[in-house]
């Protein structure tokens, strides 16, 4: 299963930017699809979660301004960001929980660097 990121860029504060996410392979089911960020010299974040059931979840630094959806069709997830903010600045990495040959596991993107400056 290969996971792949698209979509990132440099953005002026109170831009958007959209990114993608394709999943392909062999692929059986995906459960969870999550969009993560990790900042130079921070943690890995969880910035926004999307179930099979569309159950969506946000971090509290993004609600109202960044949305996530899928398309299960062509196993992809999108993260449309908004009103994006110079603390936005990070590389975001996909995260695809599916169901393969090899069973239940976690594939992960390369990553997409964001960078919010004006």
């Known amino acids: 299963v290969k996971v792949v990121e698209s979509g990132g860029g440099v953005v002026l504060p109170g831009g958007s930017l959209g990114l993608s996410c394709a999943a392909s392979g062999v692929i059986f089911s995906i459960n969870a699809m999550r969009w993560f960020r990790q900042a130079p010299g921070k943690q890995r974040e969880l910035v926004a979660a999307?179930?099979?059931?569309?159950?969506?979840d946000l971090v509290d630094s993004v609600k109202g301004r960044f949305s996530i959806s899928r398309d299960n069709a062509t196993n992809t997830v999108y993260l449309q960001m908004n009103s994006l903010k110079p603390e936005d600045t990070a590389v975001y990495v996909c995260n695809v929980r599916a169901v393969s040959v090899r069973g239940p596991y976690d594939y992960w993107g390369k990553g997409t660097q964001v960078t919010v400056s004006s």
């Open positions: 999307i179930s099979g059931g569309d159950s969506v």
